[in-house]
């Protein structure tokens, strides 16, 4: 009978793991999500390379003359951008008809200078000085310099646009005795390529 009992209690302790366990649910294993994507990556507006553009806007002269006006032609240029600052060199022809009181009329303006600012995603600031040549009939040509700040935006497609304000100085006018000052407001557009 030992026997017996010995492999009963054989038998139930080996049952017993199978029976074993409480009435609740069983616990459910978390799900495997897959990995969230990447969030997309902004990059700026990289300003580097040559460019052609149009601007247009108004003239204002002072000093020892004065006179205000339309102003407009043409520029070309070239950038470098640094990462998160860009510098470069432009050349521009204005062309213009405003009346210069008792001198005859400014007929166009020359420039090269140097540009050179920060820059945010899409949007240049810079400051902009260099080398000016006017022509005034009645008084001649004379060389000055030019400084400013501007601004430009990329819309996209290699196209910029922008604003711009210049201060011109000319001093003894062709020796003419005669200072002149000029201030120019214009918007611009450029293509990028």
């Given at each position: 009978?030992?026997?017996?009992?010995?492999?009963?209690?054989?038998?139930?302790?080996?049952a017993a793991p199978a029976v074993a366990g409480t009435l609740d649910e069983p616990?459910?294993?978390?799900?495997?999500?897959?990995?969230?994507?990447?969030?997309?990556?902004?990059?700026?507006?990289?300003?580097?390379?040559?460019?052609?553009?149009?601007?247009?806007?108004?003239?204002?002269?002072?000093?020892?003359?004065?006179?205000?006006?339309?102003?407009?032609?043409?520029?070309?240029?070239?950038?470098?951008?640094?990462?998160?600052?860009?510098?470069?060199?432009?050349?521009?022809?204005?062309?213009?008809?405003?009346?210069?009181?008792?001198?005859?009329?400014?007929?166009?303006?020359?420039?090269?200078?140097?540009?050179?600012?920060?820059?945010?995603?899409?949007?240049?600031?810079?400051?902009?000085?260099?080398?000016?040549?006017?022509?005034?009939?009645?008084?001649?040509?004379?060389?000055?310099?030019?400084?400013?700040?501007?601004?430009?935006?990329?819309?996209?497609?290699?196209?910029?646009v922008g604003g711009e304000v210049l201060h011109h100085r000319f001093d003894d006018?062709?020796?003419?005795?005669?200072?002149?000052?000029?201030?120019?407001?214009?918007?611009?557009?450029?293509?990028?390529?």
């Amino acid at each position: 009978m030992m026997k017996r009992v010995s492999a009963i209690a054989a038998a139930l302790s080996l049952a017993a793991p199978a029976v074993a366990g409480t009435l609740d649910e069983p616990a459910v294993e978390p799900a495997i999500q897959p990995p969230a994507a990447p969030a997309p990556m902004v990059t700026a507006r990289n300003w580097t390379g040559g460019y052609l553009g149009g601007r247009l806007g108004w003239g204002d002269l002072g000093r020892d003359v004065s006179g205000d006006g339309a102003i407009g032609g043409v520029f070309a240029g070239y950038l470098q951008d640094f990462g998160g600052f860009a510098a470069g060199v432009e050349a521009g022809y204005d062309a213009a008809n405003i009346n210069v009181e008792e001198a005859g009329r400014l007929k166009h303006v020359t420039r090269l200078t140097v540009r050179g600012g920060p820059t945010f995603d899409n949007v240049f600031v810079y400051g902009t000085a260099g080398a000016a040549r006017a022509r005034v009939s009645g008084l001649g040509s004379e060389t000055g310099w030019v400084a400013g700040v501007g601004a430009e935006v990329d819309v996209g497609g290699g196209w910029s646009v922008g604003g711009e304000v210049l201060h011109h100085r000319f001093d003894d006018f062709n020796n003419s005795d005669i200072d002149v000052r000029a201030n120019t407001f214009q918007a611009r557009a450029a293509f990028r390529f």
